[in-house]
């Protein structure tokens, strides 16, 4: 059987990193391992370096009469294909490979482009990946793939991604006939882009002239959208990442100054707002809540990004 015949496949990557990612441009080069149990002719040995990102979802179904809509797309970014090991030019034969440990190098020039960054969701996926094949006669060809962290390079020196956010909300409590005093809140970030396992200062500005005690909450929103092409249908899901509870704010008490520090996970993947059918996009949501009363909210959006570099002082710092 081939599976006896090949064992322990491997294939290892150089770094080029600490954090062992890719990007576009990148020469990725390593090598494939492999035994023989026995003399083996093997017609070639191929790779394909695969970009890709693919959605699905359903909708419906779970009734009598309702049937389940599926609903996908894909996006091929690049397939660049070659040979580690190919067959006589001349004969058309293959290599004739004794038992014992086999080993070979391969290189992969990745393309320049404004490729989205490796991701995975519950309702779609981008992937980098090599696919490496092993062919020989009379056998159907056996596969192996190994995955890249794929990540694009952002200018971070952008002078927007350094600008300091903020946004502003007020409401009143009504309760029967009788309208309270206003509730108001002004809501800030340093800058809108950060890294995962950053830790993020959220200032807030708040007046309570309502008779209810308010609590002020911070969360870090997750929103990941999913569609089919030219976007005809689409698929949302929402994911809270961090929760975090201020210290509450008395009835009829105006200029409460508060710092919240707000950590991202470090697991946070970034941004993905270059992809067509698939957008994964941060929000620090502030919220003031009352018992009984709609809360009331501020949304600051921000960008993850793997790293944050810059060649002169951000204009805003």
């Not at 709609?294 to 959006?301: Q, R």
């Amino acid at each position: 059987m081939f599976q006896s015949t090949i064992k322990n496949f491997s294939i290892q990557f150089n770094p080029l990193n600490e954090r062992n990612t890719v990007s576009g441009g990148d020469l990725v080069t390593g090598h494939i391992s492999f035994e023989l149990t026995k003399q083996t002719k093997i017609t070639s040995i191929t790779m394909a370096m695969k970009g890709k990102a693919n959605v699905h979802w359903t909708r419906g179904g779970g009734g009598k009469n309702k049937s389940r809509r599926h609903y996908s797309a894909r996006l091929d970014f690049f397939n660049l294909k070659s040979a580690i090991l190919q067959e006589n030019s001349i004969s058309g034969e293959g290599t004739k490979l004794e038992p014992g440990t086999h080993m070979y190098p391969f290189s992969c020039q990745l393309p320049h482009g404004d490729f989205p960054p490796s991701f995975k969701g519950p309702c779609g996926q981008i992937t980098y990946a090599l696919t490496v094949g092993i062919n020989r006669p009379w056998h159907m060809s056996k596969d192996f793939i190994a995955e890249l962290n794929f990540v694009n390079r952002i200018d971070t020196s952008q002078p927007e991604l350094w600008a300091p956010l903020s946004g502003s909300n007020s409401k009143t409590i009504c309760c029967l006939c009788c309208a309270s005093g206003p509730i108001t809140m002004t809501v800030s970030t340093e800058r809108k882009a950060f890294i995962p396992g950053e830790v993020v200062k959220v200032i807030g500005d708040f007046s309570n002239a309502s008779s209810r005690t308010v609590t002020p909450k911070v969360k870090l929103l997750q929103k990941q959208a999913y569609y089919t092409h030219n976007r005809v249908s689409s698929m949302v899901a929402d994911k809270w990442l961090v929760h975090i509870t201020g210290h509450p704010i008395n009835a009829f008490t105006s200029d409460v100054h508060n710092e919240i520090m707000l950590t991202i996970p470090p697991f946070a993947s970034p941004s993905i707002l270059n992809c067509s059918i698939l957008e994964v996009q941060y929000f620090i949501q502030v919220s003031l809540c009352a018992s009984f009363s709609s809360d009331l909210t501020v949304l600051i959006p921000i960008i993850l990004c793997k790293s944050l570099t810059y060649t002169q002082p951000p204009p805003y710092l």
